[in-house]
């Protein structure tokens, strides 16, 4: 009866996902990201050949390393070409084979089947992952993610069968995750916390909730129990591994200037970040609503009240947390789980420009279902009618975030449904403002892109992408001479290419031809292989051509009369 059961739960998540996740079939590639890994990337459409592979374990494209999932990408274009619906069904994939294997582990590790479960359906249909899963750029978190599982797995075999081939498979699959993406490098911290529960690895404390538990064998200190010290020693390899990984990292992101100095976020600011993110993280986790491809950063700070608050309720937590550790060791686990695997995402390091992001939460927010399943559980054992209520409420709860799911995967059917609902869903959004404008100003929605353009820009006067494509739209509509002051303006701060193209353009509308022909040079000088910007150079030495042409015959005629 309870393989039978384990049988039906496979079917049911399975079932689940694909219903939940059923709009990626028509999902897009977006531009923002997917063009750089896929579209428009040459490596990855020359399939898996020598030179690729070289490159995708020596290249810091994009600021960073992953060679494995540059792999994956180039698996899929020798499979698939460029159809979007394969890329997205390979995540979906991926996303179910954690899915399985969260269940799998956790059955093992517990013993309770119905606990495991229902974490692992959190984790199946919670919306703040479909980030990860209908964003074909966030190949690296579902990829990742299976081999934090797998590498969780091997380690329960490893702690069954230790024998050196046992912990070298833990090693190998724990490096392929960490060329998958390089946020695994805090999993020996949490496997140290599955030490403690519920494989009870480190006393008491944290003995198994349940005699099918495979690690439910009766025994002494001497066989079950290790020392801290001993835990952290055996993990040694794993952490030397972590730290080489950092080390890259750090490199590359700083050389590619993806790593924000401090002098521009300041670490005041950054604490205040990460504080308030991770109040964040976890309400969108209970209340997933208002999701985002990008939350952006509050250039101007924070209110200083929101920090501190943030400061406050996290402090209660995390002493409720340990105050209760000998009786509900799940806590701690789950917490330490949540708070840990978010350290290299949180902002102390500050990459890129969001301050937070739902792909960050793939694998933390295990955690907080860790902290929910049981805790509930616990509470509903306590009432007469718990269970009943708990089955009830659950049931419940999953239904309710499988339609979130599914109403979130419709966002990201393509740039303008991503884009707008962006922009809907948070405020001072400049980098949206733009996107979004630049969908509609490429559909001939000239008036309405402006309008977000120029929001983008009184959010953020220096963000000249905005300005450029506002002078783009200017020139749309006839308006060279306000266009022109809008690529000078980008002009003196970025020395763009398309902006000396644009800047040409917009000359050749008012007829000056020397000033177009200049720009364009300017442009082909920066970028020799820009065949926009020396179509547009032909052109207007032509049309100078003309002119002048047209000025002599004219001339010719004045003379003769």
């Known amino acids: 009866m309870k393989k039978l059961h384990i049988y039906l739960i496979y079917s049911a998540l399975v079932l689940a996902i694909l219903v939940a996740f059923e709009l990626v079939a028509s999902c897009d590639f977006v531009s923002y990201d997917d063009f750089q890994y896929v579209c428009g990337n ?8 020598l030179d690729s592979v070289l490159w995708a374990f020596t290249t810091s494209y994009k600021s960073n390393w992953h060679p494995l999932t540059w792999l994956s990408y180039m698996l899929d274009f020798e499979l698939f070409g460029l159809s979007p619906f394969w890329y997205h069904f390979v995540n979906l994939l991926f996303h179910i084979a954690n899915t399985l ?8 590790m517990t013993g309770l089947l119905w606990h495991s479960a229902f974490v692992a359906a959190l984790f199946a249909l919670h919306p703040v992952h479909v980030e990860s899963v209908a964003w074909v750029a966030e190949r690296k978190d579902v990829l990742s993610g299976l081999f934090w599982m797998l590498t969780i797995a091997a380690y329960l075999w490893y ?3 230790p024998s050196l081939i046992s912990y070298l498979l833990v090693l190998l699959v724990f490096c392929l995750g960490l060329m998958a993406k390089p946020m695994l490098v805090t999993l020996p911290f949490v496997l140290l916390l599955l030490d403690y529960w519920p494989l009870g690895r480190l006393g008491r404390a944290g003995q198994k909730q349940n005699e099918s538990s495979i690690y439910a064998e009766p025994a002494g200190p001497d066989k079950h129990t290790v020392s801290l010290s001993g835990l952290i020693l055996e993990k040694i390899p794993l952490f030397i591994l972590s730290a080489a990984v950092i080390v890259v990292t750090f490199a590359i992101q700083k ?5 924000a100095p401090i002098s521009a976020f300041g670490l005041r600011f950054r604490l ?4 308030v993110s991770c109040v964040r993280y976890i309400g969108k986790t209970i209340y997933p609503t208002r999701l985002a491809v990008l939350y952006p950063l509050r250039l101007e700070g924070l209110p200083v009240w929101q920090p501190i608050v943030s400061f406050i309720l996290l402090a209660v937590i995390s002493v409720a947390v340990f105050y209760s550790v000998r009786k509900r060791p799940f806590f701690l686990t789950g917490w330490l789980w949540f708070l840990i695997t978010l350290v290299p995402v949180i902002g102390l390091v500050q990459v890129g420009i969001q301050a937070m992001a739902d792909r960050y939460t793939y694998l933390s927010s295990i955690g907080l279902f860790i902290m929910i399943t049981w805790g509930a559980a616990e509470g509903a054992n306590k009432w007469r009618h718990g269970t009943i209520a708990l089955k009830v409420s659950s049931l419940v709860v999953l239904v309710i975030l499988a339609i979130l799911t599914h109403k979130q ?6 740039d303008y449904t991503l884009y707008k609902r962006a922009v809907e869903a948070t405020d001072d959004n400049y980098i949206m403002h733009n996107n979004f404008g630049d969908v509609l100003l490429k559909t001939g929605r000239v008036d ?3 309008t977000h353009f120029e929001e983008a820009l009184r959010i953020n006067p220096q963000h000249f992408e905005a300005r450029l494509n506002l002078g783009v739209a200017l020139s749309r509509l006839n308006c060279a001479e306000e266009a022109v002051e809008c690529f000078k303006e980008v002009l003196r701060f970025r020395q763009w290419p398309v902006a000396y193209n644009n800047l040409g353009r917009a000359y050749a509308l008012l007829g000056e031809y020397d000033l177009a022909i200049q720009n364009y040079k300017e442009a082909v000088r920066l970028k020799p292989d820009y065949p926009a910007a020396l179509k547009n150079l032909e052109e207007a030495q032509k049309d100078k051509n003309s002119e002048i042409k047209a000025k002599n015959e004219y001339q010719k005629k004045l003379i003769s009369r």
């Not at 040459?42 to 050949?49: H, P, W």
């Not at 995967?409 to 393509?414: A, E, F, K, R, T």
């Open 409 to 414: 995967v419709g966002y990201w059917q393509n």
């Open 448 to 450: 309405e892109a402006m």
């Open 255 to 259: 050389g590619g200037k993806a790593m």
């Open 42 to 49: 040459l490596q990855v459409q020359s399939g898996l050949t």
């Open 272 to 275: 205040s970040n990460a504080l």
């Open 159 to 161: 702690i069954r069968r």
């Open 101 to 108: 294997l969260l269940f799998e582990i956790f059955r093992r």
